[in-house]
C-alpha cells in the first residue's frame, strides 16, 4: 500500500545550471528550455544571488508570463523587441520582478 504528501515538506528543484564562457557582462541566463547557465567567472561570492535572479525567470516562463526568440522577449502578451532594449536593465517588466524577488 501506498501513500501520497499532498504537501510535502521539502521542495526539489531539479533545474539544471551550467557554468559556461559568457561575455564579461553577463552573468547569467534563464534559457527557455528550463536550464539556466551562469557566467563561470561569477564571484562565488554572488553566485547564489544571481542563480536566484535567473531561478524567477525560469519561474516566469513556467507561468507562461515570459518567453523570447531572437528578435523579441514577450512578457505578458506584450512584445519588446530585443534590439530596442537594454537586456537586463532593471525597468524592464521581467527583470523588475526578478530583481525584486531573488
Known sequence: MAFKLN???YKIDNTPIYH???EDDVLGKANNNGTIIINKD???SRLQDVINHEMVHI???????????DKNV???GKIYPRNK??????????????YKNA
Open 7 to 9: 504537501n510535502p515538506p
Open 20 to 22: 559556461v564562457n559568457m
Open 42 to 44: 561569477v564571484d562565488p
Open 59 to 69: 519561474d516566469q516562463m513556467k507561468r507562461g508570463d515570459l518567453n523570447y526568440d
Open 74 to 76: 514577450y512578457w505578458k
Open 85 to 98: 532594449m537594454n537586456e537586463g536593465a532593471k525597468n524592464l517588466p521581467w527583470e523588475d520582478e526578478a
